[in-house]
């Protein structure tokens, strides 16, 4: 599972569809800065980390740290979830892949899967 967070917590629909909106931003319709099977990439295709100035492509978890959407906090008995927490658990509803990283990187997964699940998630289906 993406989240090391509790099962029990309910899903923000709200949250979800503003992290998928700000994730469709950042990839600009454009299918090459996307990738699967890394955080990133350089412009020869060799996995870099998601900050890397050399990073021109990113999968669906490294486009989320670079925009900062995080799965939550945990302090003492506290958890907030975050808006990456309710963006994976959304796509975990709605498909049958398992969150961020599952609908990025299992088998078949393409740009254009990744921008309708996100377009729906964002209501712009």
């Known amino acids: 599972m993406d989240s090391p967070f509790e099962d029990h917590f309910q899903v923000d629909k709200k949250l979800a ?14 299918p090459s800065r996307w990738t699967k099977d890394a955080y990133a990439r350089d412009k020869d295709g060799k996995s870099c980390l ?4 050399e990073a021109v492509c990113w999968c669906l978890d490294g486009a989320r740290a670079v925009l900062h959407l995080s799965y939550g906090t945990r302090s003492g008995r506290t958890q907030v979830m975050g808006p990456a927490f309710h963006l994976s658990r959304r796509i975990t509803e ?23 699940v996100l377009g729906q998630i964002a209501g712009k289906a």
């Open 50 to 53: 998601q900050w890397a100035p």
């Open 17 to 30: 569809a503003e992290a998928a909106k700000k994730i469709l931003d950042f990839y600009h319709d454009d």
């Open 94 to 116: 709605l498909t049958d892949r398992n969150g961020l990283v599952g609908l990025n990187d299992q088998k078949g997964s393409t740009f254009e899967t990744v921008q309708s």
